[in-house]
């Protein structure tokens, strides 16, 4: 889903092509907490993705993180204490 999505598009979307759904796309960050989720970091949104492979729909980083601008360039969580640390 993540080469479908499209920040420009009124339903958020591309429109559906034929064939094999692979991830052809770049990401400004991508981490890992520390219950094994994954999260994806484009532009001013976020994907997670479960252990299990379901993938969210994207979200606005404001909704989660409040403040953080869009387009960091690293992202890590702490196995310490799961917070997470961002770079611009």
């Known amino acids: ?3 479908t999505w499209d920040s420009y598009s009124p339903q958020g ?3 559906e092509t034929q064939g094999p ?3 052809h796309s770049s990401f400004d960050a ?3 907490d520390r219950q094994q989720q ?3 970091f484009k532009g001013s949104h ?3 993705v479960a252990a299990d492979g379901n993938v969210s729909e994207p ?7 409040v403040g ?5 360039e690293a992202a890590a969580v702490s196995l310490n204490d799961g917070d997470f640390y961002f770079f611009k």
């Open 13 to 15: 979307r591309r429109p």
């Open 38 to 40: 994954l999260y994806i």
């Open 68 to 72: 953080l601008p869009p387009n960091i």
């Open 59 to 65: 979200r606005p980083l404001q909704e989660r993180w």
């Open 46 to 48: 976020f994907w997670e």
């Open 30 to 32: 991508i981490t890992v």
């Open 21 to 23: 759904k692979y991830c």
């Open 1 to 3: 889903d993540f080469e």
